[in-house]
């Protein structure tokens, strides 16, 4: 049985920084890209980071230099370092595991975990 479970939200003010974690287990991990994803209250699902079977790593726009996607497949976890955060990056954060390849499209995504909250204070 897949689980992929997602550990490190909380509340934070605008500025500071939180670390997120996504343990899986019940799947060969280091064959799956792995992305990580968020969703707003009222807003749909959007693409944040994701890193390949080759350590390759993707971000969007709107977190580029400011977030830091890494995996240790000698542990089964892929990471989100999140910092400068802000009012905006509030959101339900949700890890995803995809055979083999990565992609922007949570539709491509796997198995998925069932999210840790973020919420950023101005």
């Known amino acids: 049985q897949v689980q992929l479970v997602e550990s490190g939200g909380g509340l934070v003010q605008a500025g500071g920084s939180l670390r997120l974690s996504c343990a899986a287990s019940g799947l060969p991990f280091s064959n799956y890209g792995m992305g990580w994803f968020r969703q707003a209250p009222g807003k749909e699902r959007e693409f944040v980071a994701a890193?390949?079977?080759?350590?390759?790593?993707y971000y969007a726009d709107s977190v580029k230099d400011r977030f830091t996607i890494s995996r240790d497949n000698a542990k089964n976890t892929v990471y989100l370092q999140m910092n400068s955060l802000k009012p905006e990056d509030t959101a339900v954060y949700y890890c995803a595991a995809r055979w083999r390849s990565w992609s922007r499209s949570g539709n491509d995504y796997n198995y998925w975990g069932q999210g840790t909250q973020v919420t950023v204070s101005s």
């Open positions: 890193i390949s079977l080759t350590g390759s790593t």
